[in-house]
Structure formats: structure tokens, C-alpha cells
């Protein structure tokens, strides 16, 4: 793993702009939006690794 973070660049979609700002204000007032942005991007990694799990849980137990 780098020592240093990565630079990504995204492009989002014009109808996630308004979603983005209001959770910039209720939760990220005091926060970047790298910041925001990062909680996001983990969050959804937390899930998708959730769902991996609840998945092999589901088909039968395999690691």
C-alpha cells in the first residue's frame, strides 16, 4: 500500500448535486468536501463488503 494518498478525479452526475450540498450542510458543515466525499466512498465500501459476507452466509456458509 502507498505511503501517500491517491488523487482520483470523478464526475457526478448533475442530479446528485443537489443530494451532495445537503449533506454537505447537515453533515459536513465543518468538513471538507474531500472529507464528505471520503466518508462516502467508505461507506460504501463498507456495505458492498457486508453484502459480500451476507452473501457466502447465505450460500451455505463458504469463506
Known amino acids: 500500500m ?3 494518498p491517491k488523487r482520483t ?10 443530494l451532495l450540498d445537503q449533506l454537505k450542510k447537515e453533515q459536513f458543515y465543518n468538513d471538507t468536501r474531500a472529507e464528505m ?13 457486508a453484502e459480500k459476507k451476507n452473501k457466502r ?3 451455505g456458509g463458504i469463506s
Open 57 to 59: 452466509t447465505l450460500c
Open 9 to 18: 478525479m470523478v464526475t457526478l452526475l448533475p442530479e446528485w448535486e443537489p
Open 37 to 49: 466525499f471520503r466518508y462516502i466512498i467508505s461507506r460504501g465500501l463498507d456495505s458492498l463488503e
Open 2 to 4: 502507498s505511503k501517500y
